[in-house]
């Protein structure tokens, strides 16, 4: 199960324009890394005001960045280990300014009870990537995707800011479904690392 990553083909072709423009100008993957983790500061900011429209193009822009820079560094032959793990860095700092946001604005609007079932939530989610991590780094190839990814993070969030009343149920459903996509992942790396 590819999730929403299955999409990532169809969104790198809209950006396809800004990749052009950055190999004519020698634009580094970094600088969309750091972009995407700038959106989602942004986004986090605007997660903690409820202001749910913004949130939609500020995670939108926060995905494009980490689609960008990988797009770019292959576009400009330019791949290198640093890059991958400026990449990793990138995507948790931004997982963590989103998070952060919604647990102001859940703790605002429904005090304990929200801020707890934000930060399992938070650290649930990491575990998808603490998995395939892992398996790339005992040499098994880079995981993405699932019932629940980065996207599906991202949409989540921007459901939880529109409606902070869906928190009992979107919240345990972030949490069951990165569960699961952490452990269809390890299933996958037991399988290629035997």
Known sequence: MRGLYALKPWYT?????????????DVSPDVFTWS????????????????????????AARLAGANLDGAVAR???????????????????????????LAVLLSREQGTAGLVLVLVAAVAATLPTVASLAG????????????????????????LVAAPSLTPILLPVVIGLSLVTATTRLRELRRLLA
Request: charged share 20%; net charge positive.
């Open 13 to 25: 072709r809209q950006l396809d324009g800004v990749v052009r423009w950055a190999v004519r100008r």
């Open 136 to 159: 790339a780094g005992a040499g098994a190839p880079r995981l993405n995707g699932g019932p629940f990814g980065k996207t599906e993070r991202c949409l989540a969030v921007v459901l």
């Open 75 to 101: 576009a400009r032959a330019v791949e290198r280990p640093w890059g991958f793990v400026l990449n990793e860095v990138g995507d948790r700092a931004s997982d963590l300014l989103m998070f952060a946001g």
């Open 36 to 59: 995407g983790v700038a959106a989602a500061a942004a986004a986090g900011v605007a997660i903690a005001l409820g202001w749910w429209p913004a949130v939609l193009v500020l995670l």
